[in-house]
């Protein structure tokens, strides 16, 4: 049984909470935050929980085995740094660590202790994603041309950190889950319109090697709610609607076929293919259960999550790209892997 | 009774001369088009219109008042100026020429001889696109913070131009018609999935002065179709789904409340505001019978259109400087107005 | 070439006209209808169709083969018979007549004349609902449960007939079509909010032999537009909606298992199966086009129609059971088939 | 502080618990179920709550002000009366009773007694149906004309109750608390599809004095969830559609307008009228939170609860109607309030 803290009780907190008291691996023994009311609800809702407005006394404690960091983003790495320092597996929200070059350094204490380092890129752990990545791997899309992705709602407006930040890294925490390639640049553009906030509507294209392309629009200011991710792909092409209750992927037997025109070799005769769509059976699970099994699972046996600290490094460093590319109003900024 | 040649009877062709046939003020007199079964096509439709394989026949034809020009983009240029040198008025497809400086020539050709040039920016003349307007106009929707739109679709593949100048267009007519103010930057991407054709995929940033932003996203090779956009205000925000049966236009009492912090005054505290939807009705017309109607008018009565050449060209100026982001990668490139 | 004469030039009028012009089998000679200012329209638009304001004049002209009925309801009969006993084929609208006894006697006079009787029940003649008949003959759907339509909008008020016999008839010709069994008896209910005007809501229950039920739902005071139906089976579910652009039929792999409880052999267990959901592509087709042109290989070739007489009888007979049930609010009445 | 106990907890128990939890003036004392497992869970999940297999034990208990009823159908009756004849406060979950004089029995016995009795109607609290209720009772809608039920869905099926006392008692607890009249007579029909079990699909008809009808349909075996209402009235109608995340209750200013002929005065010009839509923003509260601090609120003070089991009664007697009148398939059963 794994012995967890978790550090910040505010929105996500509590849902954190409560899926470390479902898991069976694992027991929710302590939550610190510094807003004294928010341990009360803590203790409302979880009879017989520790709580403690001193973050450092969780991370120290010795009756903790792992401890989970839900904090805003600028906070991340100081807390999980100390939480490795301390010998403890860490369970991080998105984004890792505000920089890339503090969430290297994450990575690095993580793997100098052999502790176990994992990102809460909870889509990752959905059935549609899983399912989304399963067909993936299958080649069923044939070559992929474009991943598409919107994720605007009338939101939380973050002080630390922009929209891409705050929505876009769930979108990009899929597509490094499904695509089996890396951005090599970023063109971004956003704008704020609250003086003095970070930028709360945000567009992000991606280019790879090839002709694969990728762009995610994320706004807080939208007035309505859509998550909707397109994938086309030569054979097939996927629609991901997070909303839709039942029918979450669509996968759609369309695209294009290619033929040299006869009059001109340099001119191609373009067809369409329109067949079938297919919507998958995807089980009922809680993604965040998912997410919470598969940590204890990484201590127990020693494992790299699938969203380990690796992949919250590839997140930021896309994210970094693109505050860069926004400053310069889209100019290309290329990713550079040290 | 104005007489009206059209030139081009491909795809959109058949709904003109319809229209123009429809119109009491205009009729329908002659069809060009190089394809023989086109033209017996047009006949078997419409029995009693003349046609011919040459365009510049129809142009010079002295019972031609006014023609059409519903051919290839690339020939925008040649047989509109050649109309408007024979003494005609002129009404053209979008895009107006294929680059800006012919878009220019064809303005001042067009007033120095005092004749209509008009562009079927079909889009300003629908119930849905006139409703939006006047809200805009009576400022319904406070200061207006962004302009997002989505037209993608399974569609044609165009050889001449790539996905902006095809679709983004009708966006960029909606914007110009409904914004009073006209961008400064464009910040562009996209990528072509054939080789050796246009980009089928693009992403359009547009900076204006202030904090105002827009973007446009087409798509040709999409699994679905979708022509949805969001325009977000102070006071009120707008989604317009042209797929709508019977629900066009939306309009959201929605939006953010600012105070500045009582222990910050450098930080705001951003509230929600959710209040009711409204769906105005909207009269039953077709957009292409107003804007036949609305030339026809305008040569009567020696107006101006409303999407005039003017219009035409600011469109063709935002689509040139796409095309020059698109092949450096999103760099912005400023909108220059000589 | 067969040569054909419209009595009738209303609402459905001018799509008959349209189709039997773009049939290559068929020519539409003439037009007949009591106002002046319809056959002025009609020869607007098809110029050179000649036109009479006495039907009979159209149904005795000797240049005329078939006669198409698309007249109100209450003359159907009249038209009908004279057209079939002046040696004509005959294309009737649907309900084929205002009584049971009236229809028997056209099914009558054109098997005596050999003459064919085609009822225009288009949704027939939609991919779609061939679709659904062609996994229903496959038994796709194991033992078939219920049939539910919903057929709704602000329509048009009938002054003739019903909202069921307006509205309900093309769910009945759908169902009369797909199903290999026939109605026995039938309970409905409906309400007239005009008064001395007929029932503008109506529901109608049919029982077959067995288990399976059947119900209609129409109105022609709906404040939306619906036309859905449910087709339920003991392996596989349809929902066929007609106003979806795209995905108009979607199959289901849902249903219950059963297995005797092992406590209670009288008592069943019974469990849910979720599976896949899946939309078969459907060719974009004119319903009404294959209609006509399936009226003329009739014709020609001396074959029954789908949609016969003797379909079009039956759903007569049912609508008729229909209101006088009605008019006992609900009572059971028998559908006798003499 | 009201102290609860809750007899039965199966699939709505672990709701009730959590409600009676959360509402300030009341604790969730005690939970009875005749499932060891089921009171594990109950424990697991509220620590420090007492549980039992003997639900004798728990409404005889000094301790326990209030009993809620959340077991079958049929053992409602027994419970119920049980509980207020041990003086105790009752919340039976819907519908109150198998049978209307049953039902009757408990109304008496808890006017005899002056306790509170209330049944689980709870869609009455729903902030979507009391907007409803206060657009009706501001005579927006006009006469009222119509109300339409549709509750289907792939969903538990019942082995005491036909799926109208399940489902449809949901629409007839709001028909009875939105319209001011009471049905007085009911035609049904419906068919059981697992041999030895209650109909699992099932259409009702109610009638009014005057030419309001109100109909209900119910499926435990469709393919698709749908909650959906349409009522209309002769100036306006609403949809409700209770699967709508933000736009639950939509407003549609259509219907239609009546001038008399002027050919025929017996005969009706029947127009349509088409004006905006509109939908009401709604608060975000749990109905069942608000219909518990209902009930405590009717403890304190004395009050009758808005569904009392007056109300329970009214619905108990329209299924009994439902049911012998699915019997004799269709046949009117007038409604009898003795």
Chains 1, 2, 3, 4 share one sequence.
């Not at 998105?94 to 503090?102: D, N, Y």
């Not at 009059?263 to 297919?278: F, K, N, P, S, T």
Request: glycine residues 6%.
């Amino acid at each position: 049984m794994i012995s967890v803290g978790v550090i910040g009780y505010g929105y996500w907190g509590p849902n954190l909470v409560r899926n470390f008291v479902e898991c069976p691996d694992t027991r929710a023994a302590m939550v610190a935050d510094r807003r004294a009311d928010r341990l009360a609800e803590a203790q409302r809702r979880f009879p017989g929980i520790d709580v403690t407005t001193d973050s450092a006394a969780l991370i120290e404690h010795p009756g903790i085995d792992a401890v989970v960091v839900a904090t805003p983003v600028s906070t991340h790495f100081d807390l999980a740094l100390a939480a490795l320092q301390a010998g403890k597996h860490v369970f991080v929200e998105k984004p890792l660590a505000h920089s890339s070059a503090l969430a290297a350094r994450l990575v690095e204490e993580a793997a100098a202790r052999n502790l176990v380092l994992m990102v809460d890129h909870t889509f990752v752990y959905t059935p549609a994603v899983r399912k989304i990545r399963e067909l993936m791997q299958a080649s069923e899309l044939g070559d992929v041309y474009y991943y598409d992705s919107v994720r605007i709602n009338l939101g939380l407006f973050q002080h630390d950190v922009n929209v891409l930040w705050d929505l876009a890294v769930h979108d990009l925490s899929v597509m490094d889950y499904v695509l089996d390639q890396q951005p090599i640049a970023v063109s971004a553009t956003g704008v704020s319109h609250v003086v003095g906030e970070p930028e709360n509507v945000g567009y992000m294209t991606m280019f790879f090697e090839g002709n694969l392309i990728a762009h995610v629009h994320a706004n807080w200011l939208a007035p309505v709610k859509m998550r909707r991710t397109l994938i086309g792909g030569s054979r097939r092409m996927i629609v991901f609607d997070d909303l839709e209750s039942s029918e979450k992927v669509k996968v759609y037997d369309r695209g294009i076929s290619l033929n040299p025109s006869p009059e001109d070799v340099q001119q191609m005769l373009i067809g369409y293919r329109a067949g079938d769509m297919w919507v998958p059976h995807l089980p009922v699970t809680e993604a965040l259960q998912n997410a919470v099994r598969h940590f204890a699972e990484c201590i127990d046996q020693s494992l790299t999550p699938t969203t380990d600290g690796a992949a919250g490094l590839r997140l930021v460093r896309l994210l970094e790209a693109a505050s860069e590319s926004i400053a310069s109003r889209g100019a290309t900024v290329e990713i550079v892997v040290s």
